[in-house]
Each structure stands twice: as structure tokens, then as C-alpha cells.
């Protein structure tokens, strides 16, 4: 586990050769965002410094993908907030297959 995480470009990330085919050959993402969001910058602004200052989020020179924020209906009527990362998702490689236990082994 450490390993991966302390070179994850390496061990976790495509290779420049296999991102430059996947650029080539996908079709680009188009990020889904909230429509409120989307359509009124200073509430935009509003809860991106909101996000910044919970520290959910940073801010960088020279961002690699975009995330945008969208928001579903939980019963009850509340807000889950969820982010749309599938731009970011296609930088990884697949994951190794994995076993997982079944409910008799407990």
C-alpha cells in the first residue's frame, strides 16, 4: 500500500504514452456541473471560498483536470453533494483484480 501511494504517478497513474492514446482515441468528458452553479458566478464563488475554507479544496497554477460540483436529492429532501470526477478518473490505470471475502467467512 505504501509503495503505491509514495510514487502513485508511477504505480497508479497511465504513462505519458498510454494518456496520449486515450486523449486521441475517447471522446472528451464534458463535466456535468449544478445549474444554479453554472448559471450565477458570485453563488459559485460564494461556495467555492465555503469549500476552501472547510478545507475541502486547494487551489492550483496548473490544474490537471476539472472537477465540477452538482448536488442530488436525499430522502427527506436534504443535499448530498457530489463531485464529477471523471475527467480525473481516466488518468488511473485498472486496478488489479480483487477477492473479496463472502459473508460466511464471519
Same mark, same amino acid.
Given at each position: 500500500? /505504501?509503495? =503505491? ?6 504505480? =497508479?497513474?497511465?504513462?505519458? &504514452?498510454?494518456? $496520449? #492514446?486515450? =486523449?486521441?482515441? +475517447? ?17 459559485? +464563488?460564494?461556495?467555492?471560498? &465555503?469549500? #476552501? ?20 436529492? *436525499? *430522502?427527506?429532501? &436534504?443535499? @448530498? =453533494?457530489?463531485?464529477? /470526477?471523471?475527467? /480525473?478518473?481516466?488518468?488511473? @490505470?485498472?486496478?488489479?483484480?480483487? $477477492?473479496?471475502? $463472502?459473508?460466511?467467512?464471519?
Amino acid at each position: 500500500g /505504501c509503495v =503505491l501511494l509514495n510514487d502513485f504517478k508511477a504505480t =497508479l497513474l497511465h504513462g505519458p &504514452r498510454t494518456w $496520449s #492514446h486515450i =486523449l486521441d482515441s +475517447e471522446p472528451p468528458i464534458r463535466p456535468y456541473m449544478d445549474v444554479r452553479l453554472r448559471s450565477d458566478l458570485l453563488l459559485y +464563488e460564494k461556495f467555492v471560498g &465555503r469549500l #476552501h475554507e472547510a478545507g475541502m479544496i486547494r487551489f492550483t497554477d496548473s490544474p490537471l483536470d476539472l472537477v465540477t460540483p452538482f448536488f442530488v436529492e *436525499k *430522502k427527506g429532501g &436534504r443535499l @448530498r =453533494l457530489v463531485w464529477d /470526477c471523471r475527467s /480525473c478518473n481516466r488518468r488511473f @490505470r485498472a486496478s488489479d483484480p480483487m $477477492s473479496m471475502p $463472502s459473508g460466511t467467512t464471519w
